[in-house]
């Protein structure tokens, strides 16, 4: 009788357990969705969720399982509702549970994707579809199959309106916001203020200042994405607050213009000081005169500059009295993210931007317009070699070992660049060469351009050419070794940057280039350089890369910039002065250099052994000192004074 009830007890439970999994037919059910709306910060209506009524733009059916929509579309997150409800309860389509920290999930544009359909409240916390690109989209929806299509139709619009407003105010978005008021000229609202870098704008249609983001539904005017650049003419959004901003880049006094019509809005600022002279400058390996050149204005008070010239290697512009030679001189413009490929239109030049453009070799026209703050990179072509005055074997004696993906900073930051004699346009270098000490590649110093093996000359899966002796080899610039590697598919390259040298024999060689032939050979015998005198025959190293360093010791307790120190020898720099108490740290060509063997160093004087690429924090203790860095024995010695 026990094992009866017991058995009737298990019944019972098992039978609520299974009850209790059975899921709701409205979770998985698609047959009773009669109508699908589209709601999001992408969407012209913004998050009109919650609110009462709720702000949805609905989808066309098509047939029981189909819906679709054009739509303009930003860069911001959407979902589809299949129950238009003022709070986030309900049925919603969204995308799968990818398991990822970040749920939600960049749309692929002309691909049919998955969806779920959601019952309850996970539309407020579930993974929402992400916009990468605004655009006017077609969005097709089968609720039977659960996938959706998006498909970019046209260019983003922007949206402007034809309602008349009493009053505008740009909006300056702190935790409150903060209005203030423009005038009205015509179809347009205008404004001249001062405002500082990483400030946050928008602009608001009320008759009235709001003190509260919720003061104002739907006359907002806002930008397609948050963070987009208030640089030059730029389209608006008019309607819900869709919580994106414009961010000011550079400080400075602007005149923004808003056309709420047209939906577009112009900032105007004149920043960049033009009774300073225009500079582009070669920033790797480091800043030296002869590697600034003065740009021209094509007109009078225009704050348009050209410069004209053969170019290979990393650039940026400095408005500067004087050519700059470190960057704490001048206002400095650059990209919006390091070793940017210029794009061949106008593009942003970033005031204060501590990057700069990788620039592949070439004859180049180059335009920037301080005003707008835009820079276009006109490739003229690839121009002759016959003007080549200094050609340098690079990579010979490699202090440390080899370091891959380097590219044009791999000759100077270990001493290993040697001029080669010139003839015409035939050049000579001889050299007793080692096993470990025998690959090498060539560079153009004047214009930072670096000479490629040909890549068809490699064995399988080599970056080397094994040259054999008194025979011709290809040459290549870095484009050509770039479009050969790219139409190959061949294996080669570090960051797309062909890696590629060439070996010789070993023992006493002699390096010939022929820029008439566009080809390179070697052969045995000649007359070495005196390594005695640096490797080079006494005619002069190429500078080294720019050796700094920071800290609150040198920077009145802050780390603060770096500073440089003085190149004296090659790859030996130096500095003299007074620290505080603090910490120090080191930096060549922007790698860390340090000891291997901690990451903090008490400091009261004595040499250290460093190498690139540790971080070592150096505390020292206050007083004068004399810092010698010598990068060719990789030795660093504070001196006390």
Same mark, same amino acid.
């Given at each position: 009788?026990?094992?009866?009830?017991?058995?009737?007890?298990?019944?019972?439970?098992?039978?609520?357990?299974?009850?209790?999994?059975?899921?709701?037919?409205?979770?998985?059910?698609?047959?009773?969705?009669?109508?699908?709306?589209?709601?999001?910060?992408?969407?012209?209506?913004?998050?009109?969720?919650?609110?009462?009524?709720?702000?949805?733009?609905?989808?066309?059916?098509?047939?029981?399982?189909?819906?679709?929509?054009?739509?303009?579309?930003?860069?911001?997150?959407?979902?589809?509702?299949?129950?238009?409800?003022?709070?986030?309860?309900?049925?919603?389509?969204?995308?799968?549970?990818?398991?990822?920290?970040?749920?939600?999930?960049?749309?692929?544009?002309?691909?049919?994707?998955?969806?779920?359909?959601?019952?309850?409240?996970?539309?407020?916390?579930?993974?929402?579809?992400?916009?990468?690109?605004?655009?006017?989209?077609?969005?097709?929806?089968?609720?039977?199959?659960?996938?959706?299509?998006?498909?970019?139709?046209?260019?983003?619009?922007?949206?402007?309106?034809?309602?008349?407003?009493?009053?505008?105010?740009?909006?300056?978005?702190?935790?409150?916001?903060?209005?203030?008021?423009?005038?009205?000229?015509?179809?347009?609202?205008?404004?001249?203020?001062?405002?500082?870098?990483?400030?946050?704008?928008?602009?608001?249609?009320?008759?009235?200042?709001?003190?509260?983001?919720?003061?104002?539904?739907?006359?907002?005017?806002?930008?397609?994405?948050?963070?987009?650049?208030?640089?030059?003419?730029?389209?608006?959004?008019?309607?819900?607050?869709?919580?994106?901003?414009?961010?000011?880049?550079?400080? $400075?006094? +602007? /005149? =923004? %213009? *808003? !056309?709420?019509?047209?939906?577009? #809005?112009? &900032?105007?600022? @004149?920043?960049?000081?033009?009774?300073?002279?225009?500079?582009?400058?070669?920033?790797?390996?480091?800043?030296?005169?002869?590697?600034?050149?003065?740009?021209?204005?094509?007109?009078?008070?225009?704050?348009?500059?050209?410069?004209?010239?053969?170019?290979?290697?990393?650039?940026?512009?400095?408005?500067?009295?004087?050519?700059?030679?470190?960057?704490?001189?001048?206002?400095?413009?650059?990209?919006?993210?390091?070793?940017?490929?210029?794009?061949?239109?106008?593009?942003?030049?970033?005031?204060?931007?501590?990057?700069?453009?990788?620039?592949?070799? $070439?004859? +180049? /026209? =180059? %335009? *920037? !317009?301080?005003?707008?703050?835009? #820079?276009? &990179?006109?490739? @003229?072509?690839?121009?002759?070699?016959?003007?080549?005055?200094?050609?340098?074997?690079?990579?010979?004696?490699?202090?440390?070992?080899?370091?891959?993906?380097?590219?044009?900073?791999?000759?100077?930051?270990?001493?290993?660049?040697?001029?080669?004699?010139?003839?015409?346009?035939?050049?000579?270098?001889?050299?007793?060469?080692?096993?470990?000490?025998?690959?090498?590649?060539?560079?153009?110093?004047?214009?930072?351009?670096?000479?490629?093996?040909?890549?068809?000359?490699?064995?399988?899966?080599?970056?080397?050419?094994?040259?054999?002796?008194?025979?011709?080899?290809?040459?290549? %610039?870095?484009?050509?070794?770039?479009?050969?590697?790219?139409?190959?598919?061949?294996?080669?390259?570090?960051?797309?940057?062909?890696?590629?040298?060439?070996?010789?024999?070993?023992?006493?060689?002699?390096?010939?280039?022929?820029?008439?032939?566009?080809?390179?050979?070697?052969?045995?015998?000649?007359?070495?350089?005196?390594?005695?005198?640096?490797?080079?025959?006494?005619?002069?190293?190429?500078?080294?890369?720019?050796?700094?360093?920071?800290?609150?010791?040198?920077?009145?307790?802050?780390?603060?910039?770096?500073?440089?120190?003085?190149?004296?020898?090659?790859?030996?720099?130096?500095?003299?002065?007074?620290?505080?108490?603090?910490?120090?740290?080191?930096?060549?060509?922007?790698?860390?250099?340090?000891?291997?063997?901690?990451?903090?160093?008490?400091?009261?004087?004595?040499?250290?052994?460093?190498?690139?690429?540790?971080?070592?924090?150096?505390?020292?203790?206050?007083?004068?000192?004399?810092?010698?860095?010598?990068?060719?024995?990789?030795?660093?010695?504070?001196?006390?004074?």
């Amino acid at each position: 009788m026990k094992l009866i009830k017991h058995l009737v007890f298990i019944a019972i439970i098992f039978a609520v357990l299974f009850t209790g999994c059975e899921k709701d037919p409205q979770e998985t059910d698609t047959t009773a969705i009669t109508s699908v709306s589209i709601v999001g910060g992408a969407t012209p209506l913004g998050w009109g969720i919650p609110g009462n009524p709720p702000l949805f733009t609905p989808m066309t059916k098509i047939d029981n399982n189909t819906f679709e929509i054009t739509i303009m579309l930003s860069s911001s997150l959407l979902m589809f509702s299949c129950d238009v409800k003022p709070s986030w309860e309900g049925r919603w389509f969204l995308p799968p549970d990818s398991g990822e920290l970040d749920l939600n999930v960049d749309i692929i544009e002309g691909q049919q994707m998955e969806m779920v359909l959601n019952y309850g409240d996970g539309g407020e916390a579930g993974p929402r579809w992400r916009i990468p690109k605004p655009a006017e989209y077609k969005v097709i929806l089968d609720i039977e199959a659960k996938t959706v299509v998006f498909t970019e139709v046209g260019e983003y619009k922007s949206g402007g309106t034809d309602i008349v407003f009493n009053k505008m105010w740009l909006i300056d978005c702190k935790e409150l916001p903060l209005p203030v008021e423009m005038n009205k000229i015509g179809d347009n609202w205008t404004i001249t203020i001062p405002l500082m870098n990483n400030d946050h704008v928008k602009f608001n249609g009320e008759d009235e200042p709001i003190s509260l983001w919720t003061d104002s539904v739907d006359r907002w005017f806002c930008p397609l994405a948050d963070g987009i650049p208030a640089i030059d003419t730029l389209p608006v959004l008019f309607g819900i607050d869709n919580t994106f901003a414009f961010k000011i880049v550079t400080s $400075g006094t +602007y /005149t =923004i %213009t *808003l !056309n709420p019509k047209e939906g577009t #809005v112009l &900032f105007y600022s @004149d920043n960049l000081n033009l009774s300073k002279t225009l500079w582009f400058v070669n920033t790797k390996p480091i800043i030296s005169t002869a590697d600034s050149w003065q740009m021209t204005e094509t007109a009078l008070d225009s704050g348009i500059y050209e410069w004209t010239g053969v170019i290979s290697g990393h650039y940026k512009f400095c408005a500067f009295d004087t050519s700059p030679l470190k960057y704490t001189d001048g206002i400095w413009l650059g990209p919006e993210v390091d070793n940017k490929a210029p794009v061949g239109s106008a593009e942003i030049a970033t005031m204060g931007s501590a990057f700069a453009w990788r620039i592949p070799y $070439g004859l +180049y /026209t =180059i %335009t *920037l !317009n301080t005003i707008t703050q835009r #820079v276009t &990179f006109t490739k @003229d072509g690839e121009p002759s070699f016959d003007d080549i005055d200094d050609l340098w074997v690079i990579g010979v004696e490699l202090m440390p070992p080899w370091e891959a993906g380097t590219d044009i900073e791999w000759d100077a930051p270990n001493n290993t660049a040697r001029l080669m004699t010139k003839n015409g346009n035939v050049f000579t270098w001889s050299y007793n060469f080692n096993e470990s000490r025998r690959h090498f590649r060539i560079m153009w110093r004047e214009n930072g351009m670096i000479f490629y093996p040909h890549p068809s000359a490699l064995a399988p899966s080599s970056t080397n050419v094994l040259m054999n002796p008194d025979t011709d080899y290809e040459i290549l %610039t870095y484009d050509q070794a770039k479009k050969f590697l790219e139409d190959a598919s061949r294996p080669g390259s570090v960051g797309s940057i062909p890696m590629f040298s060439w070996r010789a024999g070993t023992g006493i060689q002699t390096i010939t280039v022929d820029f008439d032939e566009m080809k390179i050979s070697y052969s045995a015998g000649g007359t070495p350089v005196d390594p005695s005198t640096g490797g080079d025959g006494g005619q002069g190293m190429p500078p080294g890369p720019a050796t700094t360093f920071r800290g609150p010791a040198i920077n009145n307790g802050v780390w603060g910039a770096y500073i440089p120190l003085t190149q004296g020898s090659p790859n030996i720099y130096t500095w003299q002065g007074n620290l505080q108490n603090g910490q120090l740290q080191f930096q060549q060509g922007g790698i860390n250099i340090g000891t291997a063997s901690a990451t903090t160093v008490p400091v009261t004087g004595g040499t250290y052994s460093v190498a690139r690429n540790n971080n070592t924090t150096f505390t020292m203790i206050a007083g004068a000192y004399a810092i010698s860095l010598n990068m060719i024995t990789n030795q660093l010695t504070f001196t006390p004074q």
